[in-house]
């Protein structure tokens, strides 16, 4: 993109939807010369690098509309519906190339409008070599992955890709590749870092429902039922009409509360995932969350929330960041799942740990600080921390056992 810098991070992204528009918007909006504070980052600035030294250097997509278009012009195509909150964006230069489309088009979204859907090209599509072949030209850094929910084959397509380019894999959507240990081993091999899986919004549904799961065990009220019910009405949404497509979605969405609870929730007492679709929403997103504990006494208590965000700027506001930390991690010859970035921008990440444990181990990798292990004493304190070696698959959080030297 036209924003100079002497440490250009080159970005690939596969799928130019909403999400990405935000992405590119937010990269211009915080790059110009008229912004003056930095109100809605979480980081101005992480190991010296902006957002404005990210560019975008390659992109694929399927859609007819999109496909041939300068970055600057497929970000503001239909179906897009995204807010648009910075339309200057200068061309680019970097032309949207043909994606293979695998599993990323499911067949009920040929009974929309137009404007509502996909609309894949009807063109010969790239084999592995060829997308290899664009990453090394263009010198990608980072491949984020932007495709619809229940992409599991074109998804490991593009991973395979990745690894074969030597690039880092940013995974922003719920198929597990950065928290399936075959994948992470896989990168690790290749020295390269990943970051995943599902990205986790700035301040989204599942925050929220995490940070509040999180007072639920701290204040000791036993939480007994929950449901997070989310509207929206952009292809993201219309995607997910299709259940067959759900069930990582669920998975990683359920996981990420079930996770932080000071017990596991029975299955039939918690109900986490997208509820429906409502083409007039666009990209707004509604949460409606219920959740009914006991406290002192088992007297019981409810609560019900209701959030209203637009989707896609929301998810644009951590992966400025996410992008960052995989750089950092590249620059640092980091080899293999992120840890801290992981758990603390991702839903699904390989280890879980609570909001607070993870923004501490993020901070604490940027910073550079040689890791220690944390003594019991100093753990006692920590939420969610359990004796050291408990095993990570009981559904527990782990505990955090590295701070700053
Ligand atoms: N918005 C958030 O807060 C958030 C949070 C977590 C995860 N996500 C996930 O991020 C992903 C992207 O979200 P979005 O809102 O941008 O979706 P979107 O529907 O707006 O965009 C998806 C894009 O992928 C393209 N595509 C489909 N198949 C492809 C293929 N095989 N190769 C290349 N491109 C292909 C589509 O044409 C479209 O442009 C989704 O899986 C979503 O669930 C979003």
């Not at 250097?57 to 648009?84: L, S």
């Not at 204040?219 to 997910?240: H, I, K, P, S």
Request: charged share 25%; proline share 5%; aromatic share 6%.
């Amino acid at each position: 993109m036209t924003v100079s810098t002497d440490r250009p991070i080159n970005v690939a992204i596969v799928g130019m939807g909403n999400c990405a528009s935000s992405l590119v918007q937010g990269i211009h909006y915080y790059g110009g010369a008229a912004q003056t504070d930095a109100a809605g980052l979480l980081h101005e600035e992480i190991g010296g690098y902006r957002p404005s030294d990210i560019r975008i250097a390659a992109a694929f997509d399927i859609d007819q509309r999109k496909v041939g278009k300068d970055v600057a012009e497929a970000i503001f195509a239909k179906p897009n519906c995204t807010t648009v909150f910075h339309d200057s964006i200068p061309q680019t230069g970097v032309t949207v190339k043909m994606g293979r489309i695998l599993d990323g088009h499911s067949d009920h979204m040929k009974d929309y409008a137009d404007e509502r859907t996909f609309m894949p090209l009807n063109a010969p599509e790239p084999n592995k070599d060829d997308i290899v072949r664009e990453l090394r030209t263009a010198g990608v850094d980072i491949l984020m992955n932007y495709l619809p929910v229940g992409s599991q084959k074109a998804t490991e397509f593009y991973a395979d890709c990745a690894l074969e380019a030597g690039v880092a894999f940013v995974n922003n959507i719920p198929v597990f590749i950065a928290s399936n240990p075959v994948w992470a081993e896989r990168f690790e091999k290749a020295g390269l870092p990943i970051i995943g899986d599902d990205i986790k919004a700035q301040l989204g549904a599942t925050i929220v429902h995490r940070v509040l799961t999180d007072l639920f065990a701290k204040r000791g009220v036993a939480m007994d039922r929950t449901y997070q019910l989310n509207t929206g009405g952009n292809t993201d949404f219309l995607n997910m009409k299709n259940q067959d497509r759900l069930a990582s979605k669920k998975a990683s969405k359920t996981e990420a509360v079930q996770s932080v609870a000071a017990r596991r929730i029975a299955d039939e007492n918690i109900h986490v995932g997208p509820s429906d679709y409502i083409a007039w929403q666009n990209d707004n997103k509604v949460c409606f969350l219920r959740m009914e504990g006991r406290l002192f006494g088992d007297v019981p208590m409810n609560l019900e929330m209701r959030l209203s965000v637009e989707d896609s700027p929301n998810s644009a506001g951590v992966a400025i960041d996410t992008i960052r930390c995989a750089k950092l991690a590249l620059d640092r010859g980091h080899a293999g799942m992120v840890e801290g970035p992981s758990a603390f921008f991702c839903k699904h990440p390989p280890v879980q740990h609570t909001d607070d444990e993870a923004r501490l181990m993020t901070e604490t990798f940027i910073s550079g600080a040689p890791l220690r292990a944390v003594p019991d004493e100093d753990t006692a304190g920590i939420q969610g921390t359990e004796p050291q070696g408990k095993d990570r698959d009981d559904g527990k959080t782990a505990p955090v056992r590295a701070v700053a030297g």
